[in-house]
């Protein structure tokens, strides 16, 4: 899968994108936080329809989200397959194989439906908050959370890096295919493959060098970023109007999932 569907879209005009950037990203990682917790379907199901609604608002295609969702979407399967055989006492069913037999659970069939829901919808809210927010506010809101700094400037290299490891990758690619480098025998495609995987690595590595020198270099340290506002504004008070109602939400969804 390429990585460009993965860039921030946040040119459009839209209540999402409107929206305050440090309300945005303290609301939506709060809502992923919530979902992993959340034990009942129907609350999980109720944040996923919710998030649903807020990308239909963003008048984006839908086919970027679901390029986003194709990688969580299997694990996600996996995930439920593995409790549907492994989980539980209440035997539903069994598929046979020869003299054994797997036995399907109700007890995984009710684990894996969870878990699925909770990494689809975690996965969908922050497809949510990458759509709306740009990465620099994102990242900002971050430290002003007194997140560690170096987490957060890793974190901004491998975005600012990825996609020039990515045009890479394609350029080796469509070289190799210019060279006739994936004719031949399924053993020698793989091989093809694992030595541009290879090269690419080994790039990225050297490139990660010289950058760190470089920025060495120019007396970058971890607290070096520690006086820089990239919030000059407070945030607008309907702005912080809507995350208190969204936040108090979320404490009802918490409430109820304890209640029940």
């Known amino acids: 899968m390429e990585i460009s569907p993965f860039k921030n879209i946040s040119n459009r005009n839209s209540f999402l994108n409107n929206l305050d950037g440090r309300v945005k990203t303290i609301l939506f990682l709060t ?5 992993t917790f959340l034990s009942h379907w129907y609350l999980i199901t109720l944040l996923w329809i919710l998030s649903l609604i807020g990308y239909y608002t ?7 989200l679901f390029k986003r969702l194709i990688i969580p979407f299997g694990i996600a399967w996996i995930v439920f397959l593995s409790m549907l055989f492994t989980n539980g006492h209440t035997v539903l069913t069994y598929i046979p194989f020869g003299k054994h037999h797997l036995n399907i659970y109700v007890e995984g069939i009710m684990l894996g439906c969870l878990l699925f829901l ?3 919808t975690a996965v969908t809210i922050a497809c949510l908050l990458s759509f ?7 990242l900002e809101t971050l430290r002003i959370c007194k997140i560690p700094g170096i987490i957060i400037d890793l974190a901004d290299m491998m975005y600012r890096y990825v996609f020039i490891i990515e045009e890479t990758s394609r350029r080796m690619h469509m070289a190799q295919m210019s060279r006739m480098g994936y004719v ?15 090269y690419v690595l080994i790039k990225s590595i050297d490139k990660s060098i010289s950058i760190y020198n470089a920025m060495l270099s120019r007396g970058y340290s971890e607290d070096s970023v520690e006086n820089l506002n990239y919030f000059n504004k407070h945030i607008p008070k309907f702005d912080l109007l809507i995350s208190i109602l969204a936040l108090i939400l979320l404490l009802i969804l918490v409430v109820i999932n304890i209640v029940l």
């Open 31 to 35: 809502s992923i936080v919530i979902t």
């Open 58 to 64: 963003l008048n984006i295609p839908w086919k970027k």
């Open 118 to 120: 909770r990494i689809v």
């Open 132 to 138: 709306s927010t740009s990465m620099i506010e994102i």
């Open 184 to 198: 031949g025998s399924w053993s020698r495609r793989i091989a093809d493959t694992g030595k541009i995987a290879c």
